[in-house]
């Protein structure tokens, strides 16, 4: 099993920035993909940007330019820096890690952009 707690969610202005970080423990030896996923009020989780274990990283549309997604292997740790928010970003973020085909979640952070 894998457990995965987030972190640095909150309430920021419109054109501000955030960092969110996500930990994983447990069994964390062979976990591939980390990454990020988001659901606003109302709407579908979406990704928001993912990261390989060798650092290849791919991210939504919605949020290319203004987000970058970093992990540190030692730390079973991943990161998403997120620039230039948006109230169209306000949302709960979820950290998932995916071990051997198997996905595992956090509990989620609220993310709110005011604009």
């Known amino acids: 099993q894998v457990q995965l707690v987030e972190s640095g969610g909150g309430l920021v202005q419109a054109g501000g920035s955030l960092k969110l970080s996500c930990a994983a423990s447990?069994?964390?030896?062979?976990?591939?993909?980390m990454g990020w996923y988001r659901q606003a009020p109302g709407k579908q989780r979406e990704l928001v940007a993912e990261i390989t274990f060798y650092g290849s990283g791919n991210y939504a549309d919605s949020v290319k330019g203004r987000a970058t997604i970093s992990r540190d292997n030692a730390k079973n740790t991943v990161y998403l820096q997120m620039n230039s928010l948006k109230a169209e970003d306000t949302a709960v973020y979820y950290c998932?890690?995916?071990?051997?085909?198997?996905?595992?979640w956090g509990q989620g952070t609220q993310v709110t952009v005011s604009s």
């Open positions: 447990g069994s964390t030896s062979l976990i591939n993909i």
């Open positions: 998932y890690a995916q071990r051997r085909l198997q996905d595992y």
